[in-house]
């Protein structure tokens, strides 16, 4: 897996101060896309040891919430199996963080994917500019939606999601 940037202290990617991971890799390459630079799986930097802790520090300090898995898309076939592990033990080490997940995917498709256990809260859809809206919170156009993931898979029909503090949106 490859990455573009660790973002610190970030209050624009999901609630209070989070620390942020941009990977690299995505297949949606949504027109009008804020960072068509982490498309190709193959860019920016690999993600090793040293970047590992660099987010482990962020998340030891108790002002930070969580953190956020953006990119490129941290469900790219080439992100799938290293975001599952790394989502795992984040959870594991930092139980009380929350974990929120951006991918140009749906729900509907992603919901039965294993990193789904660990992770809290999923913006879903592709950036559609047509219906951009900058009031929204957590999301650039109104087709997106931010997911609660532990009440929508607690659901007897997981597939219908249930969505974070809907009053937002």
């Known amino acids: 897996m490859r990455y573009h940037n660790i973002t610190k202290d970030d209050m624009n990617n999901g609630d209070g101060l989070r620390v942020v991971l941009w990977v690299a890799g995505c297949n949606h390459c949504c ?3 804020q960072n068509p630079i982490t498309w190709d799986p193959e860019g920016g930097l690999l993600f090793d040891e040293a970047a590992k802790d660099e987010i482990f520090e962020q998340l030891e300090k108790s002002y930070i919430s969580g953190i956020t898995l953006s990119g490129g898309d941290p469900l ?7 975001m599952r592990e790394f989502a795992h033990e984040i959870k594991t080490k930092y139980p009380d963080k929350t974990i929120w997940l951006y991918t140009g995917d749906v729900w509907e ?12 809260v999923v913006v879903d859809g592709e950036f559609e500019v047509d219906k951009l809206d900058t009031k929204l919170m957590w999301k650039g156009s109104s087709n997106q939606r ?11 029909d997981p597939a219908v999601p249930v969505l974070h503090c809907k009053d937002y949106y």
Request: aromatic share 4%.
């Open 146 to 156: 931010v997911i609660d993931v532990k009440k929508s898979l607690l659901q007897s």
């Open 109 to 120: 498709n992603i919901l039965h994917y294993p990193i789904m256990k660990d992770v809290d």
């Open 31 to 33: 027109k009008q896309c």
């Open 76 to 82: 790219h076939p080439a992100n799938r199996l290293e």
